[in-house]
């Protein structure tokens, strides 16, 4: 079976044993920054991809399929454009705050990274606060986002980052509340605990009608602090014609774009580490065979194809659902969705002292 | 009688200190064309809209003053783009008017054919662009696919697929396509289809029906003051179809109903243009067999000269009442021609409208006003 977790390892030994634990501390530094930042570029291109081949199926269109086999190159051939164009900083505008924006929300999302089990042994950093870590730094990105609506100069950029701000702040906390009602199943806020609890059965699975209804409020909350439709108001086109990047151009517009992305990503994984059980094979109680089929698929690949699966459910509500409008939004959040989280955390608190769960 | 003016000094009161006013247009995404307004903000919410017109005025009536009872049909259909055939329509109504001729019964149910043809377009292109601007990208292609039938119908026939230029003074400019029958029943079996998938798609959404109701609320009053036409008075319940009111060519010996709804909010607005696409096709299929066998126009003098005096016309476009008013010194052209566009006074209930809305609904209550910029300015 193919394992990634062999691979590390040597890795890891090769540099211990070759240079001094500094030397070698830096080495490993070097090589995850690396990984990081090319599993961020190839997720841009594939998921922009995705998203436009998702995009052209449901409005009975082809997109993309000049460039490159099938189309596959399309997106390379437009980051090509965006780093050959001009980006413009417009007269007015607080440069250096302008000018930081895009990376602070590109960094915010990077940062992310580091908890996130891509496969069995494949981690960056097991910190025992992992889910609480993710939490408390997703919020950065919202810095970013006023930054760049304040520093722009312009109305609409205005209006769009008050409206993501006010958004963002406001489904954390459900988005919260839903990754509460896990944690009190597993007693753990490490990655790797939460994953190796999910062995016999994923939580979606085990843990009643709770899990299921936490599962689908953090999928509207994801969907919400993504500021992806039908809660993308912070960017409304209809409205303000692109929200809080209006007046960026070339490639900052393009890293607030690839964040963007990224993001999506990042809550998908989150989403299938509590509730799809992670790098875990899908397993069903007593069938031997059957259990022993699926392990020997690889964890990474499981892992990528749940994270693709919820990322199309997000694709898919954006392009079927009409927006809402801002008030409506932030109803929904404080009269309907924290209400049942928090209904829904005291029934999950039950459900664990009860040991109704599997 | 004399009045004396008060001489406003300082500032506006409506513009506050903490006001502030953002331009949307006459370059956005939703505006549906080049009309710019001026918006005053308090945070999200909507105190004034101020729509400024005229970035594509192209004096389409002194034009008309210019050119031959023949010629002025043509610059017509630049007017309401979406619903040329019935520009023209009133135009030669007007003209044929003017000279008392009556048309050939054939060239009567060919007009009222691809009238109706051209309001289901209209309408369809309107579906799309208002679920677009409510953020719902796919509506729009769905409702291209359609429309596309129709335009292609439409190519067939009058030989373009916008600016149609079919309708003559005397009947119509040429002769059906051979396929026309057959396509257009291809058509209305399609269009059968595809709605019932629209309306679960759009119309039975949640959000979508929030975004719409108790949104934009023009009372019955106000949509009568404000001299709004067409669906959007329809909308708030006043009774003014034109080809109910007023019938014109074969009207008053089809079966249809004139679409009201109470709502007087966008929702209302929303189900009038739905329903009434339902009626078109209705009455489509009430005609489609029984166009009469003869002449498609009545003979006519090679120059047209209308006498002496003044001829208005109306017909229900696809946005409400179009008026053609002609006045004639005898000439080979018109003396003086006038245009009262629907959407023209359909635009000007939106400030009342929108106040107290929030920005979002803006975009929303300019999609159920049906806006055709070209139509406004003219």
């Keep these: ?358 | 009688m004399y009045r004396e003016t008060e001489i406003i000094t300082g500032q506006s009161s409506m513009n506050d200190e903490g006001d502030m006013i953002i331009n949307i247009g006459p370059q956005h995404p939703s505006t549906h064309g080049v009309l710019q307004l001026v918006v005053t903000l308090n945070g999200e919410t909507i105190k004034k809209v101020e729509p400024h017109l005229g970035f594509i005025h192209r004096s389409i009536e002194k034009m008309c003053e210019s050119l031959s009872y023949r010629q002025f049909i043509y610059v017509t259909s630049r007017m309401d783009y979406l619903s040329s055939h019935i520009n023209n329509h009133g135009c030669a109504l007007c003209v044929e008017k003017g000279l008392q001729i009556e048309i050939p019964p054939r060239a009567k149910v060919i007009r009222v054919l691809m009238d109706e043809l051209t309001r289901i377009a209209s309408h369809e292109l309107w579906w799309g662009a208002m679920a677009m601007d409510l953020g719902a990208f796919t509506p729009f292609f769905l409702a291209f696919r359609e429309r596309e039938t129709i335009t292609d119908i439409m190519e067939d026939t009058c030989g373009a697929r916008l600016t149609m230029n079919y309708i003559v003074p005397g009947g119509v400019m040429a002769e059906l396509h051979h396929d026309f029958q057959k396509r257009v029943k291809a058509f209305i079996k399609l269009f059968r289809e595809k709605a019932e998938q629209y309306n679960e798609l759009v119309t039975g959404n949640i959000i979508f029906q929030n975004r719409m109701k108790n949104v934009g609320v023009l009372s019955k009053e106000d949509a009568v003051s404000y001299g709004c036409t067409g669906p959007t008075a329809r909308g708030s319940g006043v009774q003014c179809d034109i080809r109910k009111l007023y019938p014109y060519e074969i009207y008053d010996q089809v079966k249809f109903d004139e679409i009201i709804e109470t709502g007087c909010d966008s929702f209302a607005r929303y189900l009038v243009r739905v329903k009434e696409m339902y009626q078109s096709i209705s009455i489509i299929e009430q005609l489609i067999d029984n166009i009469p066998e003869g002449e498609f126009q009545a003979k006519t003098k090679a120059v047209l000269k209308l006498p002496k005096g003044e001829f208005y016309t109306r017909v229900e476009t696809a946005r409400g009442e179009l008026g053609v008013y002609i006045i004639s010194e005898g000439a080979t052209t018109p003396y003086r021609i006038k245009f009262r566009s629907p959407g023209f006074s359909n635009l000007s209930a939106l400030d009342h409208m929108a106040r107290g809305g929030k920005i979002g609904d803006l975009v929303a209550m300019m999609g159920t006003l049906d806006l055709v910029i070209p139509d406004i300015d003219r």
């Design chain 1, 1 to 358: 079976m193919l394992s990634l977790e062999k691979i590390t390892n040597t890795i890891y030994i090769w540099l211990n044993s070759t240079f001094n634990s500094t030397l070698a501390l830096l080495f490993e530094f070097v090589i995850v920054g690396t990984l990081v930042i090319g599993l961020f570029a190839v997720l841009g291109l594939v998921l922009v991809f995705m998203e436009r081949k998702v995009s052209a199926y449901m409005q009975i269109r082809l997109g993309p399929n000049r460039v490159g086999f099938k189309g596959t190159a399309q997106t390379l051939a437009d980051t090509v454009k965006l780093v050959m164009k001009e980006g413009l900083t417009p007269d007015g505008a607080d440069k250096f705050l302008f000018n930081l924006a895009p990376f602070v929300v590109m960094i915010a999302a990077m940062l992310i990274m580091a908890p996130i089990a891509f496969a069995k042994g494949f981690q960056m950093w097991d910190i025992n606060i992992g889910v609480l870590y993710v939490s408390a730094v997703s919020s950065i990105s919202v810095i970013g986002i006023l930054m760049a609506g304040w520093a722009s100069n312009n109305k609409y950029s205005l209006l769009g980052a008050m409206r993501s701000g006010a958004q963002i702040v406001s489904y954390e906390l459900s988005a919260g509340l839903s990754i509460i009602s896990i944690i009190i199943l597993t007693g753990s806020l490490q990655i790797s605990d939460i994953i190796a609890s999910q062995q016999n059965g994923w939580w979606i699975f085990k843990g009643h009608i709770p899990a299921i209804i936490a599962f689908v409020i953090f999928i509207v909350a994801a969907t919400a602090e993504t500021n992806r439709a039908p809660f993308d108001l912070a960017e409304a086109e209809s409205e303000l014609t692109a929200g809080f990047h209006t007046e960026y151009s070339g490639m900052k517009f393009a890293l607030f774009f690839l964040a963007e992305y990224v993001n999506i990503f990042i809550v998908c994984a989150i989403g299938a580490t509590l509730f799809l059980g992670g790098w875990m094979p899908f397993h069903i109680g007593n069938w031997t065979s059957f259990n022993h089929i699926m392990d020997f698929i690889p964890s990474s690949l499981w892992f990528f194809g749940k994270i693709f699966a919820l990322i199309f459910l997000i694709m898919w509500f954006r392009w079927t659902f009409p927006r809402l409008r801002v008030d409506q939004l932030l109803n929904l959040e404080w009269k309907y969705l924290l209400p049942i989280g928090m209904f829904n955390l005291l029934l999950m608190t039950l459900v664990a002292i009860m040991g109704w769960h599997f």
